[in-house]
């Protein structure tokens, strides 16, 4: 809806608080006058006609063709393509080059997404009102620069789209692993929308590789999500998923994405190789089963192309599975000064000083996960790992 | 609407003779496509004066009123209808000055 309405008054500010105010009429309207035939077109309504009172308060009419648009407030509902187009739209507006890399990510989560501010904040790390200030300005900084809402030109197109990729991906995560101390652990809300837009995307540029291969690496990863969180709501490891409950559609097409992509003979980008390395998992029947091998040959490949610590400490991952948890104690100690403010970091660590039965250092590294982790499920699953320390 | 587009000067030549033919040529096409408003180059950031008028008397003194190791070197001001237009259109405006440039929006009449 926020998405519709910007477009409709080229004002992003308006939109989102014609949305809210909608709601909250249907919340005050709805228990006593009962809920309306048809409850979206109703709230759509409602949010143009708030749009409309706002602009005519704020005496925002600057030129003709505002004015026009007001006008037109009894137009029927547009069918749902249209809103998709909106929505794509919108992210391509959100990830926009002249924007700051954080703002883009924080205006997509917020517009796009529907994250709240002290979400967004706690995701990156920063303060609200440091998060809030930066969602203003580039707000500010869209109306007042003129940034359009519409999808690049076909020349301009393969360098949006990395930009947009990067974003959508955060959105996945976000939604995967929820940070905020009273959400659900796992946001499907949040995982499905970043898969409907990825898959938006794709149909803008079916031949994309990255494109293709983001779309898989969510799939095969949404796929494993019943399976993640246990009945007492603990993160489940990899390892120990009941696979039988993963969703077999979702991995099925996943792999045949991953499988179009190696056919394709191209060099596989950084979204494929993570693809490749999730088919190589949800291939294996039993985790004991898993080509760990595999696995890490690929993370090599994927070591060339992003050296960036979080990929290193992923290798060292699967490293442990292949070579012992010593090795991969080494490479991840060598990762530490990096590293040290992240809580998969110290989380991987104590499990590999588990391993090798150094219980006292394991519990001083939980104790430093389960510190520094914002996830609900994966702080109950860490808990219970260090209290089984004994 | 419209854009100022400074001209970010980093080095110490001036313009060759083939950088002022295709500012020359870009030009051309900026008032063929519509978004021609204004162009100039400006003379060295040390032939500048500071003025402060808000005082009794006005008060000169020698510029440029910023020391730093880039300057503004000249300016254009075009008509896009919006960002991405003005972005496209000096992208190839960079490469014919051989020069960085900034693009920023005038604020409307009114506005």
């Known amino acids: ?390 | 609407m419209q854009y100022l587009v400074s001209v970010i000067h980093d080095k110490t030549n001036s313009g060759t003779p083939e950088e002022a033919r295709a500012i020359d040529e870009f030009n051309d096409r900026l008032r063929a496509g519509g978004h021609w408003v204004f162009a100039a180059g400006l003379a060295a950031p040390s032939t500048s004066t500071v003025i402060d008028g808000r005082g009794d008397e006005p008060v000169f003194t020698d510029g440029p009123f910023i020391e730093s190791k880039e300057h503004m070197a000249g300016f254009w001001i075009i008509d896009a209808p919006d960002l991405d237009v003005a972005l496209e259109l000096m992208a190839d405006g960079s490469k014919a000055c051989n020069r960085r440039l900034e693009v920023r929006p005038i604020l409307a009449v009114g506005a």
């Open chain 1, 1 to 390: 809806m926020v998405a519709s309405l910007a477009k409709r008054f080229g004002d992003l500010d308006i939109a989102e608080e014609a949305a809210a105010e909608a709601f909250a009429t249907a919340v005050e309207r709805w228990p006593a006058d009962g809920v309306p035939p048809n409850p979206g077109a109703w709230l759509t309504t409602t949010a143009n006609r708030k749009a409309i009172d706002r602009i005519r308060r704020e005496h925002k009419r600057t030129d003709k063709q505002r004015e026009a648009l007001m006008l037109t407030d009894d137009s029927p509902p547009e069918p749902l393509g249209a809103i998709d187009d909106d929505r794509v739209r919108l992210i391509f507006t959100c990830c926009h080059p002249a924007l700051a890399m954080e703002a883009r990510m924080a205006l997509t989560l917020r517009l796009v997404g529907g994250l709240t501010v002290p979400e967004i904040a706690r995701g990156f790390l920063v303060s609200e009102s440091t998060m809030g200030q930066r969602i203003t300005r580039a707000k500010g900084k869209i109306a007042a620069a003129g940034i359009p809402y519409r999808v690049p030109s076909a020349s301009d197109l393969p360098a949006r789209i990395t930009g947009v990729l990067a974003v959508l991906f955060l959105v996945f995560n976000e939604g995967y692993l929820a940070t905020g101390p009273d959400t659900d652990p796992v946001r499907h809300d949040l995982t499905a929308e970043a898969i409907r837009l990825t898959r938006l995307i794709r149909e803008l540029l079916p031949d994309d590789g990255e494109v293709a291969g983001l779309l898989a690496l969510m799939l095969l990863t949404e796929a494993r999500r019943p399976a993640r969180v246990s009945a007492a709501g603990e993160l489940v490891p990899l390892g120990e998923q009941d696979r039988d409950a993963w969703d077999a559609e979702l991995i099925a097409e996943g792999h045949r994405l991953v499988r179009e992509r190696l056919d394709s003979g191209a060099a596989p980008g950084r979204y494929q190789l993570l693809a490749a390395i999730n088919a190589v998992h949800t291939d294996a029947r039993d985790a004991r089963d898993t080509d760990w091998s595999q696995v890490v040959a690929l993370y090599d490949q994927l070591v060339r192309l992003d050296p960036s610590p979080i990929v290193a400490l992923n290798r060292a991952i699967a490293v442990a599975e292949l070579d012992g948890a010593d090795v991969a104690l080494a490479i991840i100690d060598r990762l530490t000064d990096a590293l040290n403010g992240y809580h998969a970091f110290h989380a991987t660590r104590a499990e590999l000083l588990r391993r090798l039965e150094r219980r006292a250092e394991s519990r001083a590294a939980y104790d430093r996960a389960i510190a520094l982790a914002g996830n609900t499920a994966e702080t109950a699953y860490l808990s219970h790992r260090r209290d089984e320390l004994g």
